[in-house]
């Protein structure tokens, strides 16, 4: 069911962003909505998976950097997305980041477990909106998020090991088209392989306080108000200002032409998937264990 503006529990999401770092609005768009993104997915895909630039916008492995054309690069403007942000962050929100993560049979590993805010620039407060292009689920790589973790605090670009911290549980939502998921830019996530082959299309948006001038050029190229004002007159841009460069095992190889992609795109061993498939082993039903499991496999298979 879509979800109206008027009845969103606003207060609910607070809440449970601010306890677990992470909270989910089902149906944030509606069907009608999404059949235009699913449409304009489907004519981009193969030529970005060929190497191809279209629309202005092109494949980094994992990434799909440029700006987004519409109608995918203006659901940043969705009235449920900035009911949200505005609750999240207050009345004056900026855009820092508006891409494509894509896992499918051009790039399936998974996403070794680390928070995002070490691989950005800018001030905290930063906000991460993930948006689902299609259904999303164990067999194609969905994302494994680790609610509280965002209040153990900001981390260096590294591996988390899950273990450290027997008190956290983790939560692998399954999602459909149009659903929202919201994150703390701070809390621990990964993603299992996609073993499918299937396209899982996730559109990533990170907000900010309009007080912090930081911006992603490699997908959105200026600084970008979404609501209410600036509050700052200092804009640095992340290929300016960036953090220190991550263990060579954690990050993608760099693309050519234009600035690395930021986050780590390989599970390197330290994974600790033992412990993440045995605290979400119990909540997954029959039959769906496989593909976490692989991650255990991987972290055999290389020894350590």
Known sequence: ????????????IAEAYEQDGYALVRGAL??????????????????????????????????????????VGDVYKHPVVTAVANRLIGP???????????????????????????????GPGKANFFVALQDVNLG???MVYVPGSHKLGRLDRQTIDIGTQPELDVIV?????????????????????NTVGSDRVLLQMIFQPA????????????????????RTDTFEPWEVIQAEAPPAAET??????????????????????TELLG????????????PLRRLVDRKKNTGN
Not at 97 to 118: M, T, Y
Not at 211 to 230: A, I, Q
Not at 280 to 287: D, H, I, R
């Open 30 to 71: 509606t069907a009608e909505e999404m059949a235009p993104i699913q449409a304009q997915w489907q004519r981009v895909r193969d030529p970005l998976r060929n190497g191809e630039t279209i629309d202005g916008i092109k494949r980094d492995n994992f990434y799909i950097h440029g700006e987004l054309p519409a109608p």
């Open 92 to 122: 004056d929100v900026a855009l820092y980041l508006n891409r494509l993560n894509v896992k499918d049979g051009a790039f399936s590993d998974p996403i070794h477990l680390h928070q995002d805010e070490p691989y950005f620039n800018g």
């Open 252 to 273: 993608t190889p760099e693309p050519t032409p234009g600035p690395a992609p930021t986050q780590p795109a390989a599970a390197p061993a330290s994974h600790r998937a």
């Open 1 to 12: 069911m879509a979800v109206d503006v008027a009845t969103l529990d606003l207060d609910a």
């Open 211 to 230: 007080s912090d001038g930081s911006y992603y050029p490699p997908s959105v190229k200026s600084p970008r108000l979404v609501t209410g004002s600036w």
């Open 173 to 193: 939502p399954s999602l459909r088209p149009g659903d929202l998921v919201i994150a703390d830019i701070l809390l621990w996530h990964s993603s299992v392989p």
């Open 140 to 142: 194609n790589g969905a």
């Open 279 to 290: 605290r979400t082993a119990a909540k997954l039903p029959e039959g769906v264990k496989d």
